[in-house]
C-alpha cells in the first residue's frame, strides 16, 4: 500500500539502495583487509621458511614437522600442511625483491596466486595478477583466462593491430582473436545463432572482452533516412567511454564488411552517441580471415575499427606459443633492421 502524507497525498517510497552500497562497500573493505593480512602472514613465513633453507638447516622431514607442530597448536586450522608451507616459500622466492609485483599479490586471494604463481614468464604473471585485481576476477574466471590464453592472444594482437591502434589508439582495448567456447553452437552455424548464443552467454561474453565492457543490446535499432538498419551487438566501453558496434560473420571475412560497419559507425556518432562520450569504434567479427586482405582493407580507412576472428574451443597452447615467438622475433628483427638504416 502506498504512503501518504498528512493531506492525503502520495509519498515516494523511501530510497534505501545508497545504504546498500554502503554496506557493501564496507564488507568488500573488510575482505580485502582480511586478505591482506593472510597473505602477508604467507609472505612472511615463506620468507622464514626460505631462509632456513637456504642455510642448509631445513629440508622435506623439517618443514612436515614444522606443519605438525602449527597445526597441533592451532587445532582445525587451515592452509598449514606440509605442502602448502613449500608453496609459501616459493610465493616469498618468486616476488621478493619485485618492488612492482609485490604489492599486487596482496590484492588478490591465495587461490588466484596459486594460479598464477607457477606460469612460467614473468611477464605473463605480472599481466595476470593486474588484471585480476583491475578485474576482481574470481577462481573461475581466473583460470577460464589462463586456460584460453589471455595473455598469448593479447601479445599477438598488439604485435599483429600495432599500425591500426596507432592510428587509432582507442582500438588498444581490442584484439584480433576472440574465444568463445562457451557457445553451444554447431561448426556449421548462421549469424543469428551466434547472435542469440552470445546474447544467453553474456556473462562469459564479457568476460571474454573484459569488465569494462557493458551490454547494451543485440539487433541495435538505428534509423538513417526513412530505413531502420540493426547492428548485431552493440557494448559500451567504460575505460574508453565509447560505444563499440559489433557485427558478426559466420564466415571470412570480405572488405564489403567493413563499408556496412563504417556506416553503422556514422549512424552512431551522429544520432546515439552523447555529447560526452568519445566517438565509436567497431569490430568485425568473423569465423576466419586473411591478415593481408585485412592489411589490404584498412589500410586506407579513418574509421576506428579493426577486424577479429573468433574460435568456438579453447586454443592449441603449443601453436599460440609459436606464433607469439615468430611474431616477436619478427617484430625484433624489423626494429634492428630500422635502426641499421638510420
Given at each position: 500500500?502506498a504512503?501518504?502524507s ?11 539502495s545508497?545504504?546498500?552500497?554502503i554496506i ?14 593472510l597473505?602477508?602472514?604467507y609472505?612472511?613465513i ?6 632456513k ?7 622435506k622431514?623439517?618443514?612436515a614437522?614444522f ?8 587445532l582445525g586450522i587451515?592452509?598449514f600442511?606440509?605442502?602448502n608451507i ?6 616469498y ?7 612492482k ?5 596482496r590484492?588478490?586471494s ?15 604473471r605480472?599481466?595476470?595478477l593486474?588484471?585480476?585485481?583491475r578485474n576482481?576476477?574470481?577462481k ?7 586456460d ?7 601479445m599477438?594482437s ?7 591502434i596507432e592510428?587509432n589508439?582507442?582500438l588498444?582495448?581490442?584484439r584480433d582473436s576472440?574465444?568463445m567456447?562457451?557457445?553451444d ?6 549469424e543469428?545463432?551466434l547472435?542469440k548464443?552470445?546474447?544467453?552467454n553474456?556473462k562469459?561474453?564479457?568476460l571474454?572482452f573484459?569488465k569494462?565492457?557493458?551490454?547494451i543490446?543485440?539487433?541495435y535499432?538505428?534509423q538513417?533516412?526513412n530505413?531502420?538498419f540493426?547492428?548485431d ?6 575505460a574508453?567511454?565509447c560505444?563499440v558496434?559489433?557485427?558478426?560473420k559466420?564466415?571470412?571475412f570480405s572488405?564489403a ?9 556514422e ?9 560526452n ?7 568485425i567479427?568473423c569465423?576466419?580471415?586473411d591478415?593481408t ?7 586506407r580507412?579513418m574509421?576506428?575499427a579493426?577486424i577479429a576472428?573468433?574460435?568456438l574451443?579453447l586454443?592449441?597452447?603449443k ?6 615467438r615468430?611474431l616477436?622475433?619478427l617484430?625484433e628483427?624489423?626494429s634492428?633492421?630500422?635502426e641499421?638504416?638510420e
Amino acid at each position: 500500500m502506498a504512503l501518504k502524507s498528512e493531506n492525503n497525498s502520495p509519498i515516494a517510497a523511501p530510497d534505501f539502495s545508497e545504504v546498500l552500497h554502503i554496506i557493501e562497500r564496507a564488507r568488500e573493505n573488510a575482505f580485502r583487509a582480511v586478505n591482506r593480512t593472510l597473505i602477508e602472514m604467507y609472505w612472511q613465513i615463506g620468507e622464514y621458511v626460505s631462509g632456513k633453507v637456504k642455510s642448509g638447516g631445513w629440508g622435506k622431514s623439517v618443514v612436515a614437522e614444522f606443519a605438525a607442530f602449527i597445526q597441533s597448536r592451532h587445532l582445525g586450522i587451515d592452509g598449514f600442511s606440509a605442502s602448502n608451507i613449500w608453496r609459501m616459500r616459493q610465493f616469498y622466492e618468486t616476488y621478493a625483491g619485485n618492488e612492482k609485483l609485490a604489492p599486487l599479490v596482496r590484492e588478490i586471494s591465495w587461490t588466484n596466486n596459486l594460479m598464477i604463481m607457477p606460469l612460467e614468464l614473468p611477464e605473463k604473471r605480472e599481466f595476470y595478477l593486474t588484471l585480476t585485481v583491475r578485474n576482481r576476477y574470481k577462481k573461475r574466471e581466473l583460470r577460464r583466462q589462463i586456460d584460453s590464453m589471455l595473455f598469448e592472444r593479447t601479445m599477438i594482437s598488439d604485435v599483429t593491430n600495432k599500425l591500426f591502434i596507432e592510428r587509432n589508439p582507442a582500438l588498444a582495448s581490442l584484439r584480433d582473436s576472440y574465444v568463445m567456447e562457451f557457445l553451444d553452437v554447431p561448426k556449421t552455424h548462421k549469424e543469428v545463432e551466434l547472435r542469440k548464443a552470445i546474447a544467453s552467454n553474456l556473462k562469459d561474453f564479457i568476460l571474454e572482452f573484459g569488465k569494462d565492457f557493458s551490454f547494451i543490446g543485440d539487433e541495435y535499432r538505428v534509423q538513417v533516412g526513412n530505413k531502420d538498419f540493426r547492428i548485431d551487438l552493440l557494448l559500451f566501453s567504460r575505460a574508453l567511454s565509447c560505444l563499440v558496434a559489433i557485427e558478426l560473420k559466420a564466415t571470412d571475412f570480405s572488405p564489403a564488411h567493413l563499408g556496412q560497419l563504417e556506416f553503422y559507425l556514422e549512424a552512431l556518432d551522429r544520432d546515439v552517441r552523447k555529447p560526452n562520450e568519445n566517438p565509436s569504434v567497431g569490430l568485425i567479427l568473423c569465423a576466419g580471415k586473411d591478415d593481408t586482405v585485412v592489411e589490404y582493407a584498412l589500410s586506407r580507412s579513418m574509421s576506428p575499427a579493426l577486424i577479429a576472428d573468433y574460435q568456438l574451443h579453447l586454443p592449441d597452447k603449443k601453436l599460440l606459443e609459436n606464433k607469439l615467438r615468430e611474431l616477436t622475433e619478427l617484430a625484433e628483427s624489423e626494429s634492428l633492421s630500422d635502426e641499421d638504416d638510420e
